[in-house]
């Protein structure tokens, strides 16, 4: 089936429907024959059952309100009584659901990391989801949303001791019908006129199309056809078997493990990319494999995407921050990355649970919970990297360089912070190094105080000078025994809360040392790099390379220099290239040499080139042209030199060691850390989920906007660096409505522990339990106000249950870029509903009635239901046709959108298969027109 052409599966459906037709007749005439013990049931006869209160529809928690036999009054008011609270019932259906459906989420985005292997042999590591999309969506995302309709089938076989009902079936194929009927209307009418949206995953859309419809069938064959008006054993077990084979084919077709069964089934670059999602997986099996070869041979970049997806997710954020800061330069960065991480949010694909806990939270009065979680996680990264606040003291700078005959100069000991008031008061010392106190400098010892409010303090050196030539010599002022006080001539106990530190990091040390070279002033000095290589920020702007002038330092010297191409290309691709002479002038000891750096906001970059320096040349005088002319009269042979030329030859400017060095450009850690942080703060589990009791009782007392255009709600915060806009009367109205069902769920353990299955548990039993609360008073409202449980279900209940998948696919269908979360989802979760509401109840109740030996069996009245599945699949069937006839009529050319008068007919259409369904069903129930 999953590698047969759409046309062919769609013929198929189509006359399995109309067989329906035929086969009812059949099993009409041979009822007695097949089921005998059936028809002497009392449950047969429901034309002349009483559509009123009776004492057996007594509920499961809530009794008949009493007494039955009331006058039309009472039973309006009772009526609006019963209607008011299932309202609020369902509310907390939807509330508790969303708890389910953060839970999913939470499960269903946890990742690891693989590796995979390259075409070329190469292996990498990737982060790839755990759960298969398509299979998250038919188990876990459509059990979330079908709960209501599944549980309520459940409990209500439970609570009529394992006997059918109407209310459980019911509910099911008539949310089917209103979620494939007027949830598509909604969405084919609310694109913008002239825009379109297209199913993506259309293999995957037939198979659960296909099955939506067959597991209507299916229900028909066993009630109708198989045993007529019972259940079977093997029948219920299959029903609820065709859920794993449901989830099984759909994630083959998704995977084209049949279609593509010639590939190696494990993660390799070529089975990443042949299975991409496009249009073209709808073609025959050489072409589609024609196609995956072209996929093969793409380009690094787009392989790199396929392989991870993370890979392009930061490419987006990369180029998002890039915008944003072109067009808002002064926004602060915390801000920047807010709504960069939104907008990139809200351009990804996002899940059907994502819709739906978007749809319930506006809906309640709890506003924009993904944008309001961004800024949040956004604040809290930002607070954790503040600076420490604590007072500094250090040297400034910590390194000094003086010439021989400076004679004395000071060494500033800065203090830094926002509190200055108070005294700090330290000692310092000279230590000899390569130069010796007395005969290179003078030794110094003492304290220094700085007052309140005070920051910087010096201590003056004094520096020998003499004739003899030296290399250069080192020497280091100490500073120590750090005392902070309020008051210098008593000490009192709130000194010990004063914040101040020795150190410029913040380390606290317990001494801090400042090294002073000093340089000899007799020859002109030996030049080289400080440093063989250094590393610098693709985002520095310039990275400027010290130079030094070591052994002395007279006179002016030009040292030229120039840039070397390296992995890094120069010419404005990654730096300018760089080249003239540096001018040292007479006692200057080092120069910085500037090279332009082109940022290209990569996320990993390792880059380098070379920067060289040439033979420097002592500058004699310029000439009256302004050129310069150097000091390179004599040879530089010793042996034809002069002593006087040695002499001065030896004091002539030198070329050092480290004449070449290596400049490695590497990405910007700011910027790499804020792609970090919103890859970190846009997991959407996180961002939906919560993580304490704290958070979600805080959540559960907020009040928020339901802003629905969130476009320009962006657009307005980026313009304005707003936080949004105020919550509407709809708003609060909603929220303090909702308030009781918020708290009472608060206490539903939150996502983060163990991984959200917690939160999926106690979610499905609070589901549970509101679930079995509206069964009963669904059944005491329809028989209050003369309505059959059939009614009340396909019409009241599934609608109420439906509800908050209208909101959710509407979202989707104007958020999306195609149709897969609005249209796709729907009939995967039509069938879960009925192989999972219907298999697992009746497989209950006909395992109970088998072991129990009841004559007959599990008995189901097939006359109301039979005709309601009949109409639906029927139906259905015209409902898929229509949206095939859109996707490839050109003038539309997909499922959603269009021209207005072509969806505004579409939407009119099947708007009236639904008001159809529900009037043929009704009449059916009243034995106004004859059932089966």
Excluded at 720 to 748: N, Q, R
């Amino acid at each position: 089936m999953v590698g047969l052409p759409p046309s062919v599966l769609l013929r198929s459906t189509l006359i399995g429907c109309f067989l329906i037709l035929f086969i009812n007749p059949i099993a009409s005439q041979n009822t007695s024959s097949l089921t005998p013990e059936v028809t002497e049931e009392p449950v047969v006869d429901r034309c002349s059952a009483e559509t009123g209160c009776r004492p057996e529809l007594e509920g499961l928690i809530i009794p008949l309100w009493k007494p039955l036999q009331t006058n039309l009054v009472d039973k309006i008011a009772r009526g609006i009584v019963y209607f008011l609270l299932l309202s609020y019932l369902f509310l907390g259906v939807s509330i508790v659901a969303d708890r389910f459906m953060s839970a999913i989420e939470m499960i269903t985005s946890q990742e690891r990391e693989v590796t995979v292997r390259r075409p070329n042999g190469e292996e990498t590591l990737v982060t790839v989801r755990i759960w298969n999309e398509t299979v998250s969506n038919l188990t876990l995302m459509a059990l979330g949303s079908s709960a209501p309709e599944i549980l309520l089938s459940i409990i209500e076989i439970m609570a009529k001791n394992f006997n059918a009902g109407d209310l459980g079936p019911g509910t099911i194929v008539g949310s089917a019908a209103f979620n494939l009927f007027c949830i598509i209307a909604i969405c084919v009418y609310v694109i913008p006129d002239g825009e379109v949206r297209k199913i993506e995953h259309l293999r995957v859309f037939v198979v659960t199309a296909t099955w939506s419809i067959l597991a209507y069938l299916w229900l028909y064959f066993i009630i109708a056809v198989s045993s007529y008006g019972r259940v079977d054993v093997w029948e219920a077990l299959l029903t609820f078997a065709f859920f794993p084979i449901l989830v099984a084919l759909a994630y083959m077709t998704d995977r084209k493990i049949f279609f593509m069964k010639f590939l190696e089934k494990k993660y390799t670059a070529q089975y990443a990319i042949s299975t991409k999602k496009t249009d073209a997986e709808m073609q025959e099996g050489s072409n589609a494999m024609e196609l995956a070869n072209n996929h093969i041979g793409a380009s690094r970049t787009t392989l790199d995407d396929e392989l991870d997806p993370a890979a392009a997710q930061k490419r987006e954020f990369m180029k998002k921050l890039h915008e944003l800061r072109q067009k808002n330069p002064d926004m602060p960065e915390e801000r920047l990355e807010q709504l960069a991480a939104y907008e990139v949010v809200q351009s990804q694909h996002k899940s059907r649970a994502y819709y739906r806990i978007m749809a319930t939270r506006k809906m309640t009065g709890a506003g924009n919970v993904l944008k309001r979680n961004i800024e949040k996680r956004v604040h809290e990264e930002k607070a954790e990297l503040e600076v420490d606040r604590r007072v500094r003291v250090y040297f400034d700078p910590a390194e000094y360089t003086v010439m021989e005959n400076v004679g004395s100069f000071e060494i500033e000991i800065v203090r830094v912070g926002e509190n200055l008031d108070f005294y700090s008061i330290l000692d310092f010392e000279t230590v000899d190094g390569t130069a010796m106190q007395g005969s290179d400098f003078h030794f110094a010892q003492g304290s220094v105080r700085f007052a309140p409010g005070e920051k910087s303090v010096s201590v003056t050196l004094h520096i020998v000078d003499d004739d003899e030539f030296e290399e250069d010599e080192h020497f280091k002022l100490k500073i120590l025994n750090l005392r902070n006080t309020k008051n210098p001539n008593q000490k009192s106990e709130s000194d010990q809360s004063i914040s101040c530190i020795l150190g410029e990091t913040g380390e606290g040390l317990e001494e801090l040392d400042c090294l002073i070279t000093i340089l000899d002033d007799d020859h002109c000095g030996v030049f080289s790099f400080e440093h063989e290589e250094v590393t610098c920020n693709e985002n520095c702007g310039e990275a400027k390379i010290k130079v030094c002038r070591n052994s002395g330092a007279r006179g002016m010297v030009h040292l030229p220099y120039m840039t070397i191409s390296g992995t890094a290309k120069g010419g404005g691709v990654d730096y300018l290239d760089s080249f003239g002479d540096l001018e040292f002038k007479n006692d200057e000891t080092f120069k910085y040499i500037s090279v332009k750096i082109i940022d290209d906001e990569d996320y990993q970059k390792m880059e380098h080139f070379f920067l060289e320096i040439g033979h420097p040349k002592k500058v004699a005088s310029v000439d009256a042209n302004g050129r310069t002319v150097y000091d390179e009269d004599f040879s530089l042979d010793e042996e034809k030199l002069s002593d006087n030329q040695v002499i001065a030859m030896q004091g002539r400017p030198k070329l050092g060691i480290v004449s070449k060095c290596k400049v490695n450009i590497v990405e910007s850690q700011e910027f790499k850390g804020a792609v970090d942080r919103l890859m970190n703060n846009t997991h959407m589990g996180d961002l939906l989920g919560t993580s304490s009791w704290k958070e979600q009782f805080k959540e559960a007392l907020t009040v928020s906007a339901g802003d629905d255009d969130e476009d320009a709600e962006g657009e307005g915060d980026e313009e304005g660096g707003g936080g949004g806009s105020e919550p509407g009367c709809f708003d609060y109205v909603m929220h303090f409505l909702t308030v009781p069902w918020k708290l009472l769920f608060a206490f539903i353990p939150p996502t983060d522990i163990m991984g959200g299955w917690a939160c999926f548990v106690f979610s499905i039993a609070g589901i549970g339990l509101l679930t079995a609360l509206i069964g009963d008073l669904a059944s005491h409202f329809g028989c209050t106000v003369g309505l059959k449980d059939t009614v009340t279900a396909i019409s009241f209940v599934a609608l109420g249950t439906s509800v908050p998948d209208t909101f959710a696919s509407k979202t989707a269908a104007c958020g999306d870029q195609n149709a897969d979360a609005s249209v796709g989802n729907v009939t995967g979760s039509n069938a879960v509903n009925v192989f999972l509401g219907i298999g697992i109840a009746w497989s209950m109740a006909a395992i109970y009635h088998a072991v129990k030996g009841t004559p007959g069996g599990f008995a189901v009245e097939p006359g109301t239901l039979g005709f309601s599945v009949t109409t639906f699949c029927i139906l259905a069937l015209v409902c898929i046709l229509i949206l095939m006839i859109r996707r490839y009529y050109k003038p539309i050319g997909a499922e959603l959108g269009g021209p207005k008068f072509a969806k505004t007919v579409t939407s009119i259409i099947l708007v009236g298969l639904w008001v159809g369904y529900v009037i043929l069903s009704a009449l059916v129930a009243y034995c106004v027109i004859a059932g089966f």
